[in-house]
T-cell receptor, first 113, second 114 residues
Framework: DAKTTQPNSMESNEEEPVHLPCNHS???????IHWYRQLPSQGPEYVIH???SNVNNRMASLAIAEDRKSSTLILHRATLRDAAVYYC??????????????FGSGTQLTVLP | KAGVTQTPRYLIKTRGQQVTLSCSPI?????VSWYQQTPGQGLQFLFE???????NKGNFPGRFSGRQFSNSRSEMNVSTLELGDSALYLC?????????????FGPGTRLTVL
């Protein structure tokens, strides 16, 4: 199984950019990388996903290394509401054409006012 | 549009009992996945249903089962409950599955087994 490695915790100041790293050196060439976040007492929330090229949406940007062994989630201006556990997740092929999200332990992001 | 709903939100059962949890996906979504979240093991995939068929299954014992109805609503059942089954059970829906779709998670059902 592909394994991801993320820092256990990170801190950021409010209104500053945040770069959340993830190593996924064993994913295959067809495994999408998804990022979700989970706020306290809520279900996970989709943030962004990508395969090879960098991706942007209203919430964040995803920078994927050329060799696909790592990626970085970028929050351009952190707010207090961004404090959450951020999960970097490969969508692994498990049987036939079926894939599943394999959650790791994630990074607890603390945003300081 | 309405999000993913799960019922009940909280449940208390005793060892040996069985329990059924329900999940209503977002309208138009055909894939429903179930996850178990515990402090020790984190979020673990249970199974995925697509068009009434189980398409994918995680590494859980046969006591955990599920089904999906023609309207895409899904239920999961846990028989012969054990203390270790106490967890937050989350369901997520998506249009087609996890390859290139975002999953929308419900608020979860908190199950406590005494």
């Amino acid at each position: 199984d592909a394994k991801t490695t993320q820092p256990n915790s990170m801190e950021s100041n409010e209104e500053e950019p945040v770069h959340l790293p993830c190593n996924h050196s064993t994913i295959s060439g067809t495994d999408y990388i998804h990022w979700y976040r989970q706020l306290p007492s809520q279900g996970p929330e989709y943030v962004i996903h990508g395969l090879t090229s960098n991706v942007n949406n209203r919430m964040a940007s995803l920078a994927i290394a050329e060799d696909r062994k790592s990626s970085t989630l970028i929050l351009h201006r952190a707010t207090l509401r961004d404090a959450a556990v951020y999960y970097c997740i490969p969508a692994l092929l498990t049987s036939g054409s079926a894939r599943q999200l394999t959650f790791g332990s994630g990074t607890q992001l603390t945003v300081l006012p | 549009k309405a999000g993913v709903t799960q019922t009940p939100r909280y449940l208390i059962k005793t060892r040996g009992q069985q329990v059924t949890l329900s999940c209503s996906p977002i309208s138009g979504h055909r894939s429903v996945s179930w996850y178990q979240q515990t402090p020790g093991q984190g979020l673990q995939f249970l199974f995925e249903y697509f068009s009434e068929t189980q398409r994918n299954k995680g590494n859980f014992p046969g006591r955990f089962s599920g089904r999906q109805f023609s309207n895409s609503r899904s239920e999961m059942n846990v028989s012969t409950l054990e203390l270790g089954d106490s967890a937050l059970y989350l369901c997520a829906s998506s249009l087609e599955g996890t390859t290139n779709n975002e999953q929308f998670f419900g608020p979860g059902t908190r199950l406590t087994v005494l």
